[in-house]
């Protein structure tokens, strides 16, 4: 299956991006940075499931993508409203907080793929996403975190909802995985995966233009 060829493609980069100092240390100042430049991100994240949706005519593929995208709303956006309050991020300070270069590439990828790929190669360039996390937050659930901030964060992606909408996620996958777009599915699934370790390190850096 797709999957599992993407899986054993990235295994190396998803180790680092668990090993990450950013996974491992959790911090105020770097977990701040990150919530920022990750409320941007998910926006996009959203919005590229709601036109994947639109391009398509599979209509399973459609009811998923656009109910992903009311997932995200209703659900880690929200649940970063929390955070931003509790971390006293402002909407003031996210007006003149721009999107960091690394967040700026990832998004761009997303849109790239659904443009040169069509609804599938959406579908893989978010996938890294869904998939990193819910093994994140389940090695992460094993350890805890004192601090109740970064447990809530951990809890969202190790709860059963959350593992339920990633199941659904790999199936989508596989659905629309075909012997001949599989080597591009894999190129941008991987693409995805690096930027996925390469977020860690932008929050951390602080990363500007």
């Known amino acids: 299956m797709f999957t599992d060829q993407a899986h054993a493609a990235t295994l190396a980069s998803w180790t680092a991006s668990k090993h990450h100092p950013f996974i491992q240390q959790l911090q105020a100042g770097t977990f701040r940075e990150y ?25 399973v593929a459609a009811d998923q993508l656009r109910a992903g995208a009311a997932s995200l709303r209703d659900g880690e956006l929200a649940i970063r409203q929390t955070f931003f309050a509790d971390l006293h991020i402002t909407d003031a300070e996210l007006a003149r907080t721009p999107m960091a270069p690394t967040g700026y590439a990832y998004t761009s990828h997303l849109y790239r793929a659904l443009a040169t790929q069509g609804t599938p190669g959406a579908v893989s360039a978010l996938l890294p996403c869904y998939w990193l996390y819910a093994e994140i937050g389940a090695e992460l659930a094993h350890q805890g975190s004192p601090v109740p901030l970064y447990q809530a964060w951990i809890d969202t992606y190790n709860a059963d909802e959350y593992a339920g909408e990633m199941t659904a996620q790999l199936a989508l996958a596989n659905r629309v995985a075909t012997p001949e777009n599989t080597p591009a599915l894999l190129d941008i699934f991987e693409k995805s995966s690096w930027y996925e370790l390469h977020f860690w390190q932008m929050a951390v850096d602080h990363e500007t233009w």
């Open 35 to 59: 919530l920022i430049q990750d409320h941007y991100y998910l926006h996009e994240f959203a919005r590229v499931h709601e036109l994947a949706a639109q391009q398509t005519t599979d209509t």
